[in-house]
């Protein structure tokens, strides 16, 4: 089991506050990704929940257990670190098997477990190397095998991912979704790149200075995102925001389109650039000049900039023949449009 | 064959090795005149220790040591010391001598031991050999008790040199990875005894010592120098490199806080406890002062106090003097030949990143 609560967690340093009463409830076997800014608070949160810094005020549940005030040890969660944190000094084997000898497990246990670790990681080659003579991706699995030995009831990850080049780290990601098939333990995993949030995720909890945003699944939070900071953070490019006024129901967006909007007041409508396509003839459509073409061969991203300014960003399918400078027309999916109100909060 | 031609490298008029460019003959000239300011000293010292009482006397010094050659003498006990006398019609002989009375000496042939003769000491030159005064050494070491007094030194050294190390390391410790309240202060307070020398302490310390009566005992002159606020400071400055993850990672591994201390903490900073512990055995082994306090008996003496006893208010044996200097040099030239490349090498912040 691995079930992870928090109960209006607050952390304070010298007086300033920056994590803000924060609920959450990590189920058993789930994989939740904490992502946000920097300095957003999200590893705060994590040395929160591994015990490695204590709340000022509120609550750790683990299982229902109330450890809040249990030493990291104790409570039974194994942390990989951003930095790996692997003993320079040890080897291999004695960095996996460390952690075990301080429990006194008999030597034959701990044998049997770093063994089995090193079979899974592919790294049993390098249990008699230190951590000085192995790449950065060997050392990204020996910090995670360091972890797996324990048999942990839950998972920490910090950025583990962040220290790796491009290639190295398309594929971690996928190992790492492949042994939480396989172990079906409860991790919580901490990153700033919302694509290895999105492609990792069970569910999403989106943290802004010391706040949750908004938690839900990937697509969840892609599809219906809960306000304007979430519709601004997830998703690549990032999604055309337009602050508009509502009246009758109607809003009216730069170049005279109009969209539905219920209500009235200041409103503001959110495209994303997915939702865009060239308009046909005499579809009512925005209107920009464009600034920018990003070729990628599978898509086409284009920048552009409507009349009165405002930044319009679309990602056409193929490889369309758009050129600098030429006036283009985009008409938007209607059935996904994303409309907030005054205070930014998503309106149904 | 590859060093040779690295040595002797020079830049050359063309930079391809040729001939003598400005630079290579100054940093020759600099180089070899460092080699001889460094090791003139030592080695002068080796060979003085080796010569004898009236060699040592002698001026001009020799560079080498002699020994005088002597005779065995029929109808002498001891052997004699012999020398080439230069008679007046300039011929030279061997003889050996019997005694010197004023500015003469009696002088016999070895062959002919019947004749003696008068000899001015301006018209001979005594007959030498190269040869070692092993006696220097022999002497104090088994008759004088200095075996006794090298056991002292190295028990003092070690012991101090392990407590040092133990002490220092945990108070850099807490003062490096521990948050908590007066860190600061005391890291202050600690520094700020380096400003406060031996000697405005030496009554009170005396004081402290004789109340607990440690007085004339090693341990008295072990226990006052083991906290040394140099060795905090440096071992504090070299653990605060060490990165916190790293305890947190021991910490998230059941790991103890004696533990993370033991098994994270020191091995990490052996860079920085090779370097105190250079220190601390240079200090102790070459303490004086606190010692010449402290020992009071024979039996207790360190070498650096029992070298003392041979500069008497009258008499210097200087022969003494540097043999057994070059004893007290031996250990303090080793640790530095053995621990010298632990200064150089850091393995601390190997495993990160």
Partial sequence: ?348 | MNRLTFLLARRGRTGAGRGWHWTDVVTWVWLIGGTVLMFGPALWLVSSSLKGPAQLAEFPPTLLPYVQETAQVEGYDAPLPLYRATAEDGETRVLAEIRRVGTNAQMIDPAAPDERLNVNIADREPLRRLGIAADNYVAPLVANDFLRYLWNSVFVTVMATLITLVTNSMAAFALSKYRFRGRDAVMLLIVATLMVPLSVILVPLYSVVNATGLLGSLWGVILPTVATPTGVFLLRQYMLTIPDELLEAARMDHASEWQIYWRIVLPLAAPALAVLAIFSVVWRWNDFLWPLIVLSRRETYTLQVGLNTYAGELNVQWHYILAMTVVTMIPVVLVFVFLQRFITTGIAGAGIK
């Fill in chain 1, 1 to 348: 089991m691995g079930r992870i609560q928090l109960h209006g967690i607050t952390r304070s340093f010298a007086g300033t506050e920056v994590i803000h009463g924060v609920d959450l409830a990590v189920e058993d076997g789930e994989l939740v990704v904490f992502v946000g800014p920097s300095g957003c608070g999200k590893s705060t949160l994590l040395r929160l929940i591994a015990g490695l810094d204590r709340p000022t005020t509120g609550r750790v549940e683990i299982d229902g257990r109330d450890v809040t005030r249990v030493s990291a040890a104790d409570r039974g969660l194994a942390m990989v670190f951003q930095s790996y944190a692997l003993y320079p000094h040890m080897t291999v084997r004695q960095n996996l098997s460390f952690g075990l000898e301080n429990t006194r497990m008999p030597k034959a246990e701990i044998a049997a477990r770093v063994d089995e670790a090193a079979r899974m990681l592919e790294i049993g080659e390098l249990l008699s190397r230190r951590p000085t003579q192995l790449s950065g991706g060997q050392r990204q699995r020996v910090a995670i095998g360091r972890a797996i030995v324990r048999e942990p009831l839950a998972f920490l990850l910090d950025e583990p991912l962040s220290n790796l080049d491009a290639e190295l780290r398309v594929s971690m990601r996928a190992e790492l979704a492949a042994l939480h098939d396989r172990l079906g333990t409860t991790m919580i995993y901490v990153t700033h790149d919302q694509v290895e949030a999105m492609t990792l995720a069970d569910r999403i909890v989106v943290l802004r200075a010391g706040r949750v945003e908004q938690v839900d699944t990937p697509l969840g939070l892609f599809n219906r995102p809960g306000n304007l900071f979430v519709a601004g953070f997830i998703g690549a490019p990032n999604m055309n925001l337009f602050r508009t006024r509502a009246e009758g129901g109607v809003a009216e967006l730069p170049g005279g389109l109009k969209v539905d909007a219920r209500g009235a007041g200041e409103v503001t409508v959110g495209i994303r650039p997915q939702h865009l396509h060239l308009a046909d003839g005499g579809e009512a459509a925005l209107e920009g000049t464009v600034r920018l073409v990003e070729a990628l061969g599978t898509e086409t991203v284009v920048h552009a900039a409507a009349a009165d300014g405002t930044a319009l960003v679309t990602v056409l399918p193929g490889q369309a023949a758009v050129r600098p400078g030429e006036t283009i027309r985009l008409a938007p999916d209607r059935a996904a449009l994303h409309l907030f109100d005054a205070d930014g909060r998503r309106m149904e």
